[in-house]
């Protein structure tokens, strides 16, 4: 049986949604004893990490032909995909329903990876991938967009961190648009933003700008309505938005505060805008 070794690494910093790149890698050996490999690495522009190492993983096993007599191991940092992977077929047969009769999430690539599965023997190795060039990949798209297109060997050490836009010590909170992700080394450095003042202004207005055009379709918004559209990762970031808006109503519906556009960029970058 000819063995093939499919590696993936994910990452993103989201706890929900947000931007993820990718990286998988395929090896198999061939009848002259060489090596064959196959890589190939890109960003998804909105998705879960879940959700990306599935259509990852669906994305190399488009690669391998589909014939029978082939073995599959799937190396990889998911218990999630290991789990669903091990109880495919009894969710295939329970039409991809959980026990309370509602259809578990990602299925419409489960039923892509169901296909493979009957076709080659499927095994999953949890562990961590390090390709590398995922972090530069990653880096780089979050950054592109103010200016950053290269990072010296001294900025790429250390990882990637999650930096927030508007500072936590501003009054900044974990959510969609406050979070971008960069190098350690370039985050504590002289270029970063905690040290280059007109980084961190731009920052900052590329995000009022995002958030004006994100609350740019109704004059009032609900706290519900603004939880909705920005997502915030934890209940003590939502308790803090809700506290930082609570004399600041423009008016009630249904029993609800109310709360002017402006207003809630204002709130959002820390109470002032750039």
Do not use: C
Request: glycine content about 6%; proline content about 2%; aromatic content about 10%.
């Amino acid at each position: 049986m000819v063995r093939v070794d499919v590696y993936i690494e994910i990452l993103s910093h989201s706890r929900s949604e947000g931007r993820a790149a990718y990286y998988y890698r395929l090896e198999s050996m061939l009848k002259n004893g060489k090596l064959h490999t196959t890589e190939e690495s890109g960003v998804y522009a909105w998705t879960t990490k879940n959700r990306a190492f599935i259509q990852t993983a669906v994305d190399a096993l488009r690669r391998i032909r589909m014939t029978p007599e082939i073995e599959i191991v799937i190396h990889g940092d998911s218990d999630y995909f290991k789990r669903i992977l091990n109880d495919i077929d009894r969710y295939h047969e329970n039409d991809w329903k959980n026990k309370k009769g509602q259809e578990i999430k990602n299925a419409d690539l489960w039923r892509l990876i169901y296909m493979q599965s009957q076709v080659h023997f499927i095994d999953v190795e949890v562990e961590q991938i390090k390709s590398g060039s995922i972090y530069r990949r990653f880096t780089k798209m979050e950054l592109s967009d103010i200016g950053i297109k290269k990072f010296t060997d001294e900025e790429l050490i250390g990882g990637v961190d999650r930096h927030h836009i508007v500072f936590k010590s501003q009054g900044g909170v974990n959510h969609r648009y406050n979070m971008i992700s960069m190098p350690h080394g370039f985050h504590i450095g002289s270029r970063g933003p905690h040290r280059d003042h007109e980084l961190d202004l731009k920052l900052k207005k590329m995000q009022q700008e995002q958030l004006f055009r994100l609350f740019g379709e109704h004059i009032l918004y609900t706290l519900e309505a603004v939880f909705a559209l920005i997502h915030p990762e934890r209940e003590k970031d939502r308790r803090k938005i809700e506290k930082a808006l609570q004399w600041k109503a423009a008016g009630w519906m249904d029993g609800k505060p109310l709360y002017e556009a402006e207003e809630i960029v204002r709130t959002l970058m820390g109470g002032r805008l750039f």
